[in-house]
């Protein structure tokens, strides 16, 4: 072999180490086997391109939506961007717009055992597919923005690499950015002394670069680490945990964006933590949960991991949702959320025109045995109290007819089968019609009647005797909504108290508080309308979502739902800031809410008329189930049929 041929494959081999050394690898080699938390996407600008395509960006950047769009602009550039850049003496998107390629973020425990002076490590990590030297000038940007605000700061070289460090407080957190964070509700025990200030938790960032990755941690040992896994270094990762590798094969695949958290571990430090602190707590009267004994009695102490991912094509989005808990180790309210895999397409009686739609096949006798034992052994107090309403119920109905068995009512007239819809109202209903909007709900029962005369009795002793009427030739029972219907109804103080109707059917037990809809059902009860099952593209959506141990099925008619909010959204923007949940999940969890800051963005009578941006609109389809690794949970929108026709055309 000539010296040149020899300069040729050495040139050859030096390029394929290069390249080798210069891609990223996969997040589950990134990562290391304590991570908590990581949500990624492997390519950015593939995210960012199907975004932009998807139907929810698409009717954002629709010229009938321009006078909303640009108030809501111009609220967040004057009342965040602005303030935050002179802040922070920099411009905050100085990184955002160098996410090119994975971006991952991670929270690995690395050490921390729940202690409360202690935390666990993150880990951001973003490849900019080449732009180091725009990196580079941009994080000299940022250096210089930080000591022009008087900040301390100082240099750490870590595996030869230099990284900036920057001292962190809470209280360093810019005003701006802290108006929009949700904050802990403040309160204070009775009679003591308020405190002075709130107190700053300390830490530190560390944020450099590794070629044209830019790293942020808040520990040198986590990017020491990850600078080992970037260059390929033996140490144990993520990909090693039988449980991530579930996820990846079932969930991750194809994915767009994807994440996994380990609940077990995490689920092991509360318990730890948990159990360190019993002997800490105040005699009290009242029972207090045990948070081991229902998380080991409720079976969710078994569950592995939950992951999720969310895949972007031209066909739609599929969203995807897994709790890893394998079949073997699947016990208590996880077998009842995983239902009984049978027949759950829409029954042929269900109309194509309804805007709702769910059936779960959940087997109901196993669900009260279930529910039995569970508060047995978590809330045995609170089971007296049920055994007592029963036992009320079964007083009262052996006064009327002494051989009837309440128990046996129930239990012989428990089927396998749920069923609900709603019905569409007409265009132009209030926010209050919306509310109420006819919905009819089926329990499956192989002996309906019974099940009627049962719940009949056990109404008495909720809201009253129920009144009695004919209705081709079946008996229609009516009774006034129990007052605790408001615990999940969300209805609203004033709010017109509503009458329950239910009747037994040829194979279901149906309920409704619209007596109209259940007569209705009554006066077909096995089809022959133009039912849902023959939708178009909903046998196409279905199998997207459904298969081999589906459970759970349902559907939404997006395009009608979405009319109804946005009427009522246009004629009371502080409901839709209430429907849109903004300051939901932050109150939860004992969260001070920030939406109040972001509502006069928000005008929501500058949006047009529906109709203008009906196109946008279509269809979705959900389903649950279990597979051998656990029980998963699917939400397909196939993409509105007006958009890939005018796509086709424009080809």
């Known amino acids: 072999m000539t010296r040149s041929k020899h300069s040729l494959l050495a040139l050859a081999g030096w390029l394929a180490a290069a390249n080798l050394l210069a891609a990223v690898p996969a997040v589950e080699k990134l990562l290391p086997e304590d991570t908590l938390l990581m949500i990624t996407t492997p390519d950015f600008e593939a995210f960012k391109a199907a975004a932009v395509k998807s139907p929810p960006l698409r009717l954002w950047q629709d010229p009938a939506m321009k006078p909303f769009r640009d108030k809501a602009a111009e609220g967040f550039n004057r009342e965040f961007l602005e303030p935050l850049r002179r802040e922070l003496q920099a411009d905050p998107g100085l990184l955002s717009g160098l996410m090119r390629g994975q971006v991952t973020f991670a929270v690995l425990q690395n050490g921390w055992q729940g202690e409360a002076d202690k935390s666990p490590g993150f880990l951001l990590l973003v490849d900019t597919k080449g732009q180091g030297g725009l990196l580079r000038t941009n994080l000299a940007q940022l250096r210089a923005g930080w000591v022009e605000r008087g900040k301390p700061l100082r240099t750490e070289r870590i595996r030869e690499l230099e990284f900036m460090v920057l001292p962190v407080a809470s209280n360093d957190v810019p005003p701006t950015l802290r108006r929009f964070l949700p904050r802990r509700l403040e309160f204070q025990e009775l009679g003591a002394k308020a405190p002075a200030g709130p107190p700053a938790s300390r830490g530190e960032m560390i944020l450099g670069q590794a070629d044209s990755v830019l790293l942020a ?167 007296g109290g049920l055994k007592a309403i029963f036992n009320t119920a079964q007083d009262a109905a052996r006064l009327e007819d002494p051989a009837l068995d309440l128990e046996q009512c129930f239990l012989a007239g428990l089927g396998d089968d749920w069923v609900q819809y709603k019905k569409p109202l007409p265009r132009g209903a209030s926010g209050a019609q919306l509310e109420d909007a006819p919905s009819l709900t089926l329990v499956g029962s192989p002996e309906p009647a019974r099940l009627a005369a049962g719940l009949k009795w056990l109404m008495v002793v909720l809201s009253g005797k129920p009144t009695e009427r004919e209705f081709l030739g079946r008996k229609i029972y009516s009774v006034p909504m129990p007052p605790w219907q408001m615990l999940w109804s969300g209805a609203t103080p004033g709010r017109r108290q509503q009458t329950l109707h239910f009747s037994p059917g040829t194979s279901y037990l149906a309920l409704s508080t619209d007596a109209a ?10 089809g022959g309308v133009r039912g849902l099952r023959g939708l178009a593209g909903l046998t196409e959506a279905a199998p997207k979502v459904a298969g ?22 246009r004629l009371n923007s502080a409901a839709a800031t209430n429907v849109l949940g903004l300051g939901f999940l932050p109150a939860l969890a004992g969260l001070a809410q920030p939406e109040k800051s972001v509502e006069p963005w928000l005008d929501f009578s500058l949006l047009p008329a529906f109709d203008v941006l009906a196109r946008y609109f279509h269809f979705t389809v959900y389903a649950g189930g279990a597979t051998p690794e656990g029980v998963i949970f699917k939400y397909f929108a196939p993409a509105p049929p007006a958009l890939r026709a005018g796509e086709t055309a424009q080809r």
Do not use: C, H
Request: no cysteine; proline share 6%.
């Open 217 to 383: 941690a808040n520990s040198a040992r986590v990017i020491e680490q990850a600078l080992v896994r970037l260059a390929g270094g033996p140490l144990p990762a993520l990909e090693g945990l039988a449980a991530y590798q579930a996820s990846q094969a079932g969930l991750f695949r194809e994915a767009t964006a994807y994440g996994w958290l380990n609940i077990k571990a995490y689920v092991d430090i509360v318990a730890r933590q948990a159990a360190a602190n019993t002997g800490e707590r105040p005699p009290t009267p009242v029972e207090t949960l045990d948070l081991g004994k229902l998380l080991s009695s409720s079976g969710f102490g078994g569950v592995r991991s939950l992951a999720f991912s969310l895949r972007l094509s031209e066909e739609g989005w599929l969203a995807q949702v897994g709790l890893g808990v394998p079949e073997g180790s699947r016990r208590g309210l996880l077998n009842l959320l995983a239902g009984e895999s049978k027949e759950w397409n829409p029954p042929a009686f269900v109309p194509a025109d309804v805007v709702e739609f769910r059936r779960w096949r959940l087997d109901s006798k196993k669900a009260v045995d279930e529910m039995r034992r569970l508060l047995s052994e978590v809330m045995p107090e609170s089971l």
């Open 517 to 526: 809809f259940l007569e209705e059902y009554l006066r077909n009860p096995e």
């Open 548 to 569: 081999p141990g589906t459970s759970l099925f349902g559907y939404v008619n997006r395009l009608e739902t979405a009319r109804a909010e946005f009427e009522a959204w």
